[in-house]
């Protein structure tokens, strides 16, 4: 289990893309492909979480399904030792957008800044990567102690679990292995009044 509890678009066109909530498509209508952005914003209401993206540099919220995440051509790198987790070789073609902002690619994080504490019992939101559908892995990790915090390569379990306290705000790096179109989904969940509650959502990248 990871813990974090550190603080550390431009959007472009108008985009219509088909995006996977469950087994229903809808469409989506922002591209976001540079700056900071919290893909997964994490409010609760009452008895009840609401996830949103939210686009730091552009001081807006969107819906999950409204929102594409371009890992554009900016993003173009190599598979190092720090991210050969996900199974490419070393030195092998890959997309990564780093965990500090950098201009021109994503800067791409999860956030708890909503929750005060005391809102949940134990203080703490689990965001769990329970699915990824795609041309190839995907991993993030910590670009400080180099310790995995998602791996599609090793199949996703409890392992692939990122634990936010209270104001929490935390940027990984990312790694794609392969161009394309991947949805990642998403389960927020934590304990509130002795009862456990949750949230999903999918989000939709284009990588290369």
Do not use: C, K
Not at 22 to 47: K, N
Not at 122 to 135: E, I, N, R
Not at 153 to 165: C, K, M, P, R
Not at 198 to 208: I, K, N, P, Q
């Amino acid at each position: 289990m990871h813990v974090r509890n550190r603080v550390g678009v431009g959007a472009v066109a108008v985009a219509a893309a088909a995006l996977l909530a469950g087994a229903t498509p809808a469409y989506a209508q922002t591209t976001l492909s540079e700056g900071h952005v919290d893909v997964i914003d994490v409010h609760l209401h009452g008895d009840h979480f609401h996830v949103h993206v939210h686009a730091e540099d552009l001081g807006q919220s969107f819906e999950p399904s409204e929102v594409v995440f371009e890992v554009n051509d900016n993003a173009a790198g190599t598979i190092t030792a720090e991210s050969a987790f996900v199974g490419a070789p070393v030195g092998s073609a890959a997309w990564v957008l780093p965990a500090e902002a950098t201009d021109g690619v994503l800067f791409a994080g999860f956030s708890a800044h909503d929750l005060a504490p005391g809102d949940t019992d134990d203080d703490q939101v689990h965001v769990a990567l329970t699915g990824v559908s795609g041309p190839g892995d995907i991993g993030l990790w910590d670009a400080d102690d180099l310790s995995v915090v998602f791996n599609s390569f090793d199949g996703l379990d409890s392992e692939d679990v990122l634990t936010l306290g209270p104001d929490a705000h935390y940027h990984p790096a990312w790694v794609f292995t392969d161009a394309g179109q991947y949805f990642l989904t998403f389960e927020v969940s934590a304990l509130v009044d002795g009862a456990t509650i949750t949230d999903e959502a999918t989000l939709e990248f284009v990588v290369g």
